[in-house]
Protein backbone atom coordinates (compact mmCIF):
# COMPACT_ATOMS: atom_id res chain seq x y z
CA UNK A 1 0.00 0.00 0.00
CA UNK A 2 1.07 3.77 -0.43
CA UNK A 3 2.30 5.53 2.37
CA UNK A 4 4.14 8.38 3.45
CA UNK A 5 6.63 8.03 6.38
CA UNK A 6 9.19 10.29 8.30
CA UNK A 7 12.98 9.53 9.76
CA UNK A 8 11.15 11.81 12.78
CA UNK A 9 9.51 8.55 13.38
CA UNK A 10 10.56 5.31 11.92
CA UNK A 11 12.68 4.55 14.14
CA UNK A 12 10.65 4.46 17.34
CA UNK A 13 9.70 1.23 19.02
CA UNK A 14 6.51 1.17 20.09
CA UNK A 15 4.77 3.29 17.76
CA UNK A 16 3.21 2.80 14.38
CA UNK A 17 2.22 5.41 12.17
CA UNK A 18 1.29 5.91 8.10
CA UNK A 19 0.14 9.13 5.61
CA UNK A 20 -1.75 6.97 3.01
CA UNK A 21 -2.74 8.54 -0.04
CA UNK A 22 -5.55 8.06 -2.25
CA UNK A 23 -4.31 4.61 -4.01
CA UNK A 24 -4.87 0.57 -3.21
CA UNK A 25 -8.99 0.86 -2.21
CA UNK A 26 -11.97 -0.01 -4.14
CA UNK A 27 -13.81 3.22 -4.42
CA UNK A 28 -14.79 4.31 -7.91
CA UNK A 29 -15.31 7.44 -9.70
CA UNK A 30 -14.69 10.53 -8.24
CA UNK A 31 -13.71 8.65 -4.66
CA UNK A 32 -11.02 6.48 -6.62
CA UNK A 33 -9.96 4.72 -4.60
CA UNK A 34 -8.74 4.59 -1.12
CA UNK A 35 -11.10 7.18 -0.19
CA UNK A 36 -11.83 7.33 4.03
CA UNK A 37 -14.51 10.19 4.16
CA UNK A 38 -17.88 8.47 5.53
CA UNK A 39 -19.78 11.94 4.99
CA UNK A 40 -18.73 12.52 1.02
CA UNK A 41 -20.91 10.78 -1.25
CA UNK A 42 -19.19 7.12 -1.44
CA UNK A 43 -21.05 3.93 -1.27
CA UNK A 44 -20.23 3.53 2.35
CA UNK A 45 -19.91 -0.62 1.72
CA UNK A 46 -16.24 0.82 -0.12
CA UNK A 47 -15.44 3.48 3.13
CA UNK A 48 -15.69 0.23 5.43
CA UNK A 49 -13.73 -1.89 2.61
CA UNK A 50 -11.01 0.93 2.44
CA UNK A 51 -10.83 1.25 6.16
CA UNK A 52 -10.28 -2.68 6.79
CA UNK A 53 -7.21 -2.37 4.19
CA UNK A 54 -5.68 1.00 6.45
CA UNK A 55 -6.34 -1.19 9.08
CA UNK A 56 -4.85 -4.84 7.63
CA UNK A 57 -1.94 -2.20 6.92
CA UNK A 58 -1.27 -0.99 10.24
CA UNK A 59 -1.38 -4.54 11.52
CA UNK A 60 -4.80 -3.81 14.10
CA UNK A 61 -8.11 -4.42 13.82
CA UNK A 62 -11.11 -2.25 12.10
CA UNK A 63 -12.53 -1.21 15.19
CA UNK A 64 -9.21 -0.46 16.79
CA UNK A 65 -9.50 2.56 14.53
CA UNK A 66 -10.49 6.07 16.40
CA UNK A 67 -12.24 8.38 13.32
CA UNK A 68 -13.24 11.87 14.22
CA UNK A 69 -15.99 13.90 13.13
CA UNK A 70 -14.11 17.01 11.97
CA UNK A 71 -15.68 20.46 11.73
CA UNK A 72 -12.38 23.01 10.82
CA UNK A 73 -12.38 23.52 15.14
CA UNK A 74 -9.61 23.56 17.81
CA UNK A 75 -11.20 21.15 20.26
CA UNK A 76 -8.62 17.98 21.39
CA UNK A 77 -10.23 15.10 22.37
CA UNK A 78 -8.79 12.89 24.91
CA UNK A 79 -9.01 9.03 24.34
CA UNK A 80 -9.47 6.35 27.07
CA UNK A 81 -9.84 2.79 26.80
CA UNK A 82 -13.74 3.54 27.33
CA UNK A 83 -14.17 6.17 24.46
CA UNK A 84 -16.22 4.60 21.63
CA UNK A 85 -14.36 4.53 18.49
CA UNK A 86 -17.27 5.49 16.61
CA UNK A 87 -16.61 8.60 14.82
CA UNK A 88 -19.37 10.75 16.41
CA UNK A 89 -17.09 12.27 18.70
CA UNK A 90 -16.85 16.18 17.14
CA UNK A 91 -13.48 17.47 17.24
CA UNK A 92 -10.04 18.22 15.49
CA UNK A 93 -7.91 16.44 17.40
CA UNK A 94 -7.41 13.41 19.51
CA UNK A 95 -4.55 12.15 21.94
CA UNK A 96 -3.94 8.79 23.85
CA UNK A 97 -1.52 6.89 26.45
CA UNK A 98 -3.41 3.96 25.43
CA UNK A 99 -2.01 1.42 23.40
CA UNK A 100 -3.71 -0.58 19.68
CA UNK A 101 -5.55 2.32 19.80
CA UNK A 102 -4.84 4.33 16.67
CA UNK A 103 -5.90 8.30 16.20
CA UNK A 104 -7.27 8.81 12.47
CA UNK A 105 -7.34 12.07 11.08
CA UNK A 106 -9.01 12.53 7.43
CA UNK A 107 -7.79 15.61 5.34
CA UNK A 108 -7.91 16.57 1.60
CA UNK A 109 -5.58 20.09 1.16
CA UNK A 110 -5.63 20.53 4.96
CA UNK A 111 -2.52 19.33 6.87
CA UNK A 112 -2.81 15.97 8.85
CA UNK A 113 -0.20 16.41 11.81
CA UNK A 114 0.80 13.41 13.58
CA UNK A 115 2.35 13.19 16.94
CA UNK A 116 4.70 11.18 19.33
CA UNK A 117 6.56 11.33 22.79
CA UNK A 118 8.47 8.47 22.73
CA UNK A 119 9.89 8.30 25.55
CA UNK A 120 6.66 8.83 27.39
CA UNK A 121 4.79 7.07 25.04
CA UNK A 122 1.77 9.43 24.18
CA UNK A 123 0.51 10.49 20.65
CA UNK A 124 -1.45 12.88 18.88
CA UNK A 125 -3.37 13.37 15.62
CA UNK A 126 -4.48 17.19 14.71
CA UNK A 127 -6.29 18.23 11.47
CA UNK A 128 -4.99 21.12 10.81
CA UNK A 129 -6.59 23.32 7.72
CA UNK A 130 -6.13 27.34 8.17
CA UNK A 131 -9.17 27.57 10.76
CA UNK A 132 -7.83 25.04 12.87
CA UNK A 133 -4.33 26.36 12.51
CA UNK A 134 -5.21 29.84 13.43
CA UNK A 135 -7.52 28.80 16.45
CA UNK A 136 -4.79 26.76 18.26
CA UNK A 137 -5.28 23.14 17.28
CA UNK A 138 -1.64 22.50 17.44
CA UNK A 139 -1.03 24.05 20.95
CA UNK A 140 -4.19 22.60 21.87
CA UNK A 141 -3.27 19.45 20.84
CA UNK A 142 0.35 19.48 22.51
CA UNK A 143 -1.47 20.80 25.71
CA UNK A 144 -3.43 17.61 25.94
CA UNK A 145 -0.77 15.31 25.61
CA UNK A 146 1.22 16.78 28.22
CA UNK A 147 -1.67 16.66 30.24
CA UNK A 148 -1.43 12.48 29.89
CA UNK A 149 2.41 12.63 31.06
CA UNK A 150 3.68 13.95 27.83
CA UNK A 151 6.90 16.61 27.94
CA UNK A 152 6.94 19.32 25.19
CA UNK A 153 11.17 18.62 24.79
CA UNK A 154 10.31 15.39 23.86
CA UNK A 155 7.79 15.58 21.71
CA UNK A 156 8.36 15.14 17.79
CA UNK A 157 5.85 15.84 15.09
CA UNK A 158 5.58 16.00 11.50
CA UNK A 159 2.99 17.45 8.99
CA UNK A 160 1.66 15.40 6.58
CA UNK A 161 0.93 15.57 2.74
CA UNK A 162 -1.15 18.81 2.63
CA UNK A 163 -1.73 21.66 -0.37
CA UNK A 164 1.46 23.34 -1.09
CA UNK A 165 2.14 27.73 -1.72
CA UNK A 166 2.46 27.25 -5.23
CA UNK A 167 -1.16 25.51 -5.20
CA UNK A 168 -2.79 27.72 -2.76
CA UNK A 169 -3.98 31.19 -3.65
CA UNK A 170 -5.84 33.02 -1.97
CA UNK A 171 -7.89 36.49 -1.66
CA UNK A 172 -7.38 39.59 0.59
CA UNK A 173 -10.24 38.52 2.92
CA UNK A 174 -8.72 35.35 4.17
CA UNK A 175 -5.69 37.43 4.50
CA UNK A 176 -6.87 40.00 6.44
CA UNK A 177 -9.03 37.29 8.86
CA UNK A 178 -5.65 35.65 8.80
CA UNK A 179 -3.36 38.98 10.16
CA UNK A 180 -5.93 39.53 12.41
CA UNK A 181 -6.02 36.46 14.48
CA UNK A 182 -2.31 36.51 13.80
CA UNK A 183 -0.12 39.22 13.07
CA UNK A 184 2.88 36.84 12.18
CA UNK A 185 1.04 34.79 9.71
CA UNK A 186 1.68 37.55 7.04
CA UNK A 187 5.16 36.10 6.76
CA UNK A 188 3.58 33.12 4.91
CA UNK A 189 1.60 35.29 2.40
CA UNK A 190 3.55 36.08 -0.85
CA UNK A 191 1.77 38.29 -3.61
CA UNK A 192 0.35 35.98 -6.29
CA UNK A 193 0.54 36.67 -10.32
CA UNK A 194 -2.76 37.64 -9.73
CA UNK A 195 -4.16 41.03 -8.83
CA UNK A 196 -5.03 41.42 -5.45
CA UNK A 197 -4.22 37.47 -4.36
CA UNK A 198 -1.74 35.76 -2.08
CA UNK A 199 -0.14 32.53 -1.88
CA UNK A 200 0.02 30.87 1.10
CA UNK A 201 1.94 28.82 3.00
CA UNK A 202 0.00 26.12 5.53
CA UNK A 203 2.81 23.80 5.86
CA UNK A 204 5.47 26.47 7.02
CA UNK A 205 2.81 28.03 9.27
CA UNK A 206 2.30 24.91 10.79
CA UNK A 207 5.76 24.73 11.58
CA UNK A 208 5.85 28.03 12.60
CA UNK A 209 3.51 27.56 15.49
CA UNK A 210 4.98 24.14 16.20
CA UNK A 211 8.30 26.22 16.55
CA UNK A 212 6.75 28.54 18.84
CA UNK A 213 5.02 25.93 21.31
CA UNK A 214 8.46 24.25 21.79
CA UNK A 215 7.98 21.08 21.01
CA UNK A 216 11.07 18.67 20.27
CA UNK A 217 11.29 18.33 16.36
CA UNK A 218 9.09 19.16 13.26
CA UNK A 219 9.19 18.60 10.07
CA UNK A 220 6.88 18.48 6.80
CA UNK A 221 6.55 15.27 4.70
CA UNK A 222 7.11 17.75 1.42
CA UNK A 223 3.77 16.49 -0.80
CA UNK A 224 1.72 18.77 -2.38
CA UNK A 225 -1.91 17.46 -2.37
CA UNK A 226 -3.31 19.75 -4.96
CA UNK A 227 -0.84 18.76 -7.36
CA UNK A 228 -0.58 15.10 -7.32
CA UNK A 229 -4.25 14.42 -8.29
CA UNK A 230 -3.00 10.39 -8.80
CA UNK A 231 -1.90 10.17 -5.15
CA UNK A 232 -3.70 12.46 -3.29
CA UNK A 233 -7.93 13.74 -2.93
CA UNK A 234 -7.66 17.68 -3.14
CA UNK A 235 -10.75 19.64 -1.86
CA UNK A 236 -9.41 22.86 -3.81
CA UNK A 237 -8.96 20.44 -7.18
CA UNK A 238 -12.18 18.46 -7.20
CA UNK A 239 -14.42 22.53 -6.33
CA UNK A 240 -12.77 23.41 -9.50
CA UNK A 241 -13.78 20.88 -11.57
CA UNK A 242 -17.10 21.13 -9.81
CA UNK A 243 -16.36 17.28 -8.31
CA UNK A 244 -16.93 15.52 -5.31
CA UNK A 245 -13.79 15.34 -2.99
CA UNK A 246 -12.66 11.58 -1.38
CA UNK A 247 -10.37 12.02 1.96
CA UNK A 248 -7.28 10.57 2.93
CA UNK A 249 -6.00 9.30 6.20
CA UNK A 250 -3.37 9.55 8.40
CA UNK A 251 -2.98 7.28 11.15
CA UNK A 252 -0.53 7.00 14.65
CA UNK A 253 -1.19 4.49 17.59
CA UNK A 254 0.83 3.07 20.02
CA UNK A 255 1.73 -0.67 20.22
CA UNK A 256 2.90 -3.01 22.51
CA UNK A 257 5.90 -4.39 19.95
CA UNK A 258 8.39 -2.31 17.51
CA UNK A 259 7.73 -0.45 14.44
CA UNK A 260 7.42 -1.97 11.55
Known amino acids: MTVYTSSLLDTTEGLRYRFFTRKNGVSEGEFAS ?10 PENVRENLRRVALNLHCGRDDLFLLHQTHSSVVATVTRDTPKNGLITADAS ?16 APVLFA ?3 NRVVGAAHAGWRGAVGGV ?18 A ?6 IA ?13 FEKADPKASLFFVPAEEYETWRF ?4 YVLARLDRA ?10 DTYALKKEFFSYRRSKERNETCGRQLSVIGLVNDSFY
Open 34 to 43: LNCGEAVGDE
Open 95 to 110: VTCVPDVFLCIKTADC
Open 117 to 119: DAK
Open 138 to 155: LENTIKAMTDIGAEKEHI
Open 157 to 162: AVIGPC
Open 165 to 177: PQSYTVGRDMVEQ
Open 201 to 204: DLAG
Open 214 to 223: QIGAAEWVGA
